[in-house]
């Protein structure tokens, strides 16, 4: 079949929105990201209540509680409805905290602001890119289908600032690779008279497509993403916790929990297996994209 020069253009276009589509489709309706989760009780007065796939995290105080992570707008009713099956008030919320400012962890930032009247705090490196609704992501700030609601920040966080509602208190750790501005959220609490370290990573892994070398829009990612492993390396961690459940095999853990027993979400050494294991990954990644960039160099002076 045969095609004028002026039908071409058209045809690659349309392609080019299908496919734009079908990708759009897939990000939407990964089925655990809205895959419904029974809530529960971690340690102390922290809480699950998010969806399979997509990690939120509740600290309840008597002043209110303070929430991690809002994820998909569709991601909100199952938030609101997991709270009030453990007898909270989504209305209560008053500081709303994220891991990243990737839309699948804060498109819902607005939605619940605007509910419940929570103060929205970023870190700084991810400020410019929640109140431009992922437009300036140096990764996929130029793909519609990964931007949200444009949110206010109401304090700008930074390395080492703690965020404190009640009895609660919370530590926001610059670990910027995976975002400029990623967090990764420590805490300690008290359960049956002994303390535990908490940990939730923001997250650290090298996704698809990330450039390491020679990245325009993020020059320094290669050292930040060092800079991550260092610190992770040197928190203290009891229970081990992430902005996805599969960062710490949630499911499988969920079916271990026994009244009674010690809890499997301490996990120690699975916490050191993930960071070393992503690690490991970003590495390889790294020395790949760094022999590419010879082979270039070489190919060019021949």
Not at 210 to 226: F, H, Q, T
Request: net charge positive.
């Amino acid at each position: 079949m045969r095609y004028s020069i002026r039908v071409l253009p058209l045809l690659a276009a349309s392609l080019m929105i299908q496919l734009l589509a079908v990708r759009y489709a897939a990000a939407q309706t990964n089925p655990s990201w809205t895959a419904p989760c029974k809530p529960f009780r971690i340690v102390g007065n922290l809480y699950y209540v998010g969806s399979m796939g997509l990690a939120n995290y509740l600290i309840a105080t008597p002043n209110g509680h303070i929430l991690i992570n809002s994820d998909l707008d569709a991601n909100v009713p199952l938030i609101q409805a997991s709270m009030k099956e453990l007898g909270f008030d989504f209305n209560d919320v008053k500081i709303l905290l994220i891991s990243h400012a990737h839309y699948d962890h804060c498109s819902g930032s607005a939605l619940i602001t605007e509910r419940t009247g929570a103060k929205y705090m970023v870190m700084d490196a991810d400020v410019p890119v929640v109140t431009s609704g992922g437009a300036t992501d140096f990764q996929y700030g130029a793909e519609t289908d990964s931007r949200y609601r444009p949110v206010q920040v109401d304090r700008t966080l930074h390395d080492g600032d703690t965020v404190r509602l009640g009895d609660a208190v919370l530590v926001a750790h610059r670990t910027p690779g995976h975002t400029k501005g990623c967090t990764t959220w420590t805490m300690r609490v008290n359960e049956n008279g002994r303390p535990y370290n908490v940990v939730i990573v923001g997250g650290c892994g090298v996704n698809p497509g990330y450039r390491l070398v020679d990245n325009k829009l993020y020059p320094e990612i290669a050292r930040d993403y060092e800079r991550t492993f260092r610190l992770l390396k040197r928190l203290p961690c009891d229970y081990f916790l992430g902005a996805h459940g599969v960062y710490f095999d949630m499911e499988a853990k969920i079916g271990r929990v026994k009244q009674g027993a010690a809890s499997p979400f301490i996990d120690p050494n699975g916490y050191r297996s993930f960071v070393l294991g992503k690690e490991r990954e970003f590495r390889a990644e790294l020395a790949r994209q760094l022999a590419e960039k010879r082979r270039r160099r070489v190919s060019r002076r021949r």
